[in-house]
């Protein structure tokens, strides 16, 4: 039996954020692989540095920015050393030696120091009054000197320096803020999102010197005044020093361990020293440091990874979007918002509104942005820039936002910070405001996919996801940054969708246990969100060799029938194009009857739904609807649902095609496909598009010469009008132009990802260069869709029926008669 004293021994030097955070991914993977001991120079638990300016601006106490009290310490049987300041480390004995003799040994050893505020080297610098704005305790002398002083300067115009100055004037002071150059914030900003920032912050009371140069801070034994270059002075009873941040590095140089700006890790944030790792504001990486919230987490997570040994993954940097709420007002910058000769600029201005928007694009791709005001729509502008999307067949609305597309639930920028907390946020999920911001402060969540894991907000159709992300900003704080770009599969990974995709095609892993054997899952067996999108990649990699496995999927598709509420099931016959016979309508009829069916109604799809069957009646059902030759409609699965027509020119005096014969083919040539997420077709026969199909997912219109092709429509939640792929002449181009989309979208998006968000993730300019600019690229999607349809035609209620076995799964469980002695 393994005892504590056999333990490893895992120091951890800085009780910040980044440190505790790495700590905590290291106890979810392994809670009992280390003794763990924390150094920490304050004497306070770890909290949430971000919102020091609430406590400044008395909106919160030290005790409710708190992220883990003394009783998570030793919940986690982690001793806990604040207060203490680790002075040396000698590599030699493996040990590190507080400023109070205190000696801990380790035999892995994490620095996680942050960064040391810059101070102005000015005469002056030292004098009592000068403080700087990095901790509590920081914090605390500007509280006090605002009970007993009235004029204050703040050096700095940027994020903290506005933070401060806004927290001042709060606690009622006159403060100045003082600026180098003309821009505030210019690092996030451009110089018309600086000048509406400054009118705003002019509007509350601030005063700016805007391109002053301090020269001096005067007075003998307490600060008295400031003087500039240009000779000029004011008065002044406090400076606040926010100028910036240095990583703090001293302690590595002390004890030999490798510097630059910062201390030099590897892509394993491992050190020169392989016992030391490093993680944070105190690390340089591939030559760039950082100080938002979501690379020093991202950091952690993969630390955390190689500390116990399960590492197989690298840090790669990260790029990041900067969303900012400046004293109240939402900012968002991301990528090179300038631009050069190269660049063009987008831009969108409402000064009524104090609305600001700017993109910078490079041959139809987003290079970078600014916005203020109005942020809803950074994350979808950021994401965009990330995956390099073309956006020249929506540029002429792209600074509308998604808005244009008619998102449920997407309101204005200071929608979701008015609402009441018994707001519904996520339609999909049923979540309210009240349960995200309850799980933000409860569970110190800083991230989108942290509020997604905890309350599956934004986790379904996500078009509620600019609402969230402005919750999780006005909660957590200014200092909110959005998710880092790689986004796992699942907490059993951190492998993304597509990284599991190459794995699976590189490597030829044909079975769920290779994948999970190969790429170093957490889990043994996965979990409910991994194995049904790795069962899907798998039959779709490998159509004839994987073994559909039905303990991989979701309820609906293991019965093949969708449970309702009261635990009976519906049963959807598939109708070929919306078509019928008296023959199928007598069969539906008897069986109706026969199993006492309460309920029979007509779908928006164009179908009849049997709902109230009761799941041992199932069999029976499916029996006798195959001996009408019918065949399950799949209105329960990730595969083609409907396809929807109207009459067309065999009826109707405005049809000038045949719809529903084509449907009725599509159909035949579509069915039994396994996809990402459902897939609706729709045939209409005319332009009046009576079968809707510009909301489905691929949509026919007939027009005199020919067919007009449609993709990526939805009519759920999200509503968005499809994009037009392209025009063909004749049924049979149809036909090929849709089994090689559908193709390529099984092939291409990620499981559980409809067709809408897939389009304005990859950008319909790729799925045109390869369905549309290349013939031999788009017959060898249809060779391949046809090879998987080869497997895939299969009826799975007569498969079911027949395997008598299987069958037996929807027999009621009856208790056993009692023994009677």
Known sequence: MTTKLEKPKLVLIGNGMAGVRTIEEVLKINPDLFDITIFGSEPHGNYNRIMLSPVLAGEKTIDEILLNDDEWYADNDIILHKGKTVTKIDRTRNQVIADDGSVAAYDRLLLATGSDPFMLPIPGANLPGVITFRDIHDVDQMLAASKKHRNAVVIGGGLLGLEAAKGLAIQGMQVTVIHLMDTLMERQLDNTAGQLLQKSLEDQKLTFLMGAETEAILGDDHVTGVRFKDGSEIPVDIVVMAVGIKPNKSLAEKAGIHCERGVVVSDTMQTYDPKIYAVGECVQHRQSTYGLVAPLFEQGKICANHL????????????????????????????????????????????????????????????????YGDTVDGSWYFQMMQDETDVSEFRDTLLFGKTHLGDSGYGSQSHAVDLEDSAEICGCNGVCKGDIVQAITASNLFTLEDVRSHTKASASCGSCTGLVEQILSSTVGGDYSSSPKKKSLCPCSD???????????????????????????????????????????????????????????????????????????????????????????????????????????????????????????????????????????????????????????????????????????????????????????????????????????????????????????????????????????????????????????????????????????VGLYSIKE????????????????????????????????????????????????????
């Open 308 to 371: 116990v040994g399960k590492g197989s993954l690298r840090y790669l940097g990260s790029l990041t979007s900067t969303k900012l709420k400046v004293t109240g007002i939402d900012l968002f910058s991301a990528g090179d918002f300038v631009g050069d000769d190269d660049t063009e600029d987008i831009i969108f201005r409402d000064p009524g509104r104090s609305i600001y928007k700017k993109l910078v694009l490079k041959g139809d791709r987003i290079q970078g942005g600014v916005m």
């Open 495 to 761: 492998h993304t969708h597509d990284d599991i995709r190459r794995a699976i095609l590189e490597n030829e892993l044909k079975s769920i246990s290779a994948v999970l054997h190969f790429l170093k899952w957490r889990k043994t067996d996965g979990c409910a969100k991994c194995r049904p999108a790795l069962n899907y990649y798998l039959l779709c990699a490998w159509p004839g060799d994987y073994e559909d496995d039905g303990q991989s999927r979701f309820i609906n598709e293991r019965v093949h029938a969708n449970i309702q509420k009261d635990g009976t099931f519906s049963v959807i016959p598939r109708m070929w194009g919306g078509t019928t016979t008296p023959n199928e309508l007598r069969a539906i009829a008897n069986v109706a009857d026969k199993y006492k069916i309460p309920s029979v109604k007509v779908t928006g799809g164009q179908r009849i739904d049997l709902l109230g069957v009761n799941k041992e009646d199932l069999p029976a059902v499916w029996s006798d609807l195959n001996q009408a030759g019918m065949v399950s409609g799949h209105a329960y699965g990730k595969a083609l649902r409907t396809v929807k027509t109207c009459v067309g020119s065999e009826w109707c005096r405005f049809g000038v095609q045949d719809s529903t014969n084509l449907g009725i083919r599509l159909e035949k040539a579509l069915w039994g496909s396994w996809t990402p997420h459902k897939f609706k077709v729709a045939v209409s026969g005319c332009p009046r598009n009576c079968a809707e199909s510009t909301i489905k997912d691929f949509g026919v219109v007939a027009v005199d010469s020919g067919w007009e092709l449609h993709v990526g429509g939805n009519g759920g939640i999200k509503v968005r009008a499809t994009d037009f792929l392209c025009k063909v002449k004749t049924e049979d181009e149809v036909l090929e132009y849709a089994q090689a989309f559908i193709q390529l979208y099984r092939e291409d998006a990620h499981y559980l990802e409809r067709t809408a968000p897939w389009i304005e993730r």
């Open 770 to 821: 390869q369905l549309i600019d290349s013939d031999d690229i788009r017959k060898s999607y249809v060779t391949r869709f046809l090879l998987s349809q080869k497997y895939a035609q299969t009826d799975p209620w007569k498969e079911q029926v027949t395997k008598m076995e299987f069958s037996r799964e929807y027999e009621t469980l009856k208790p056993e008669k009692q023994l009677v002695s």
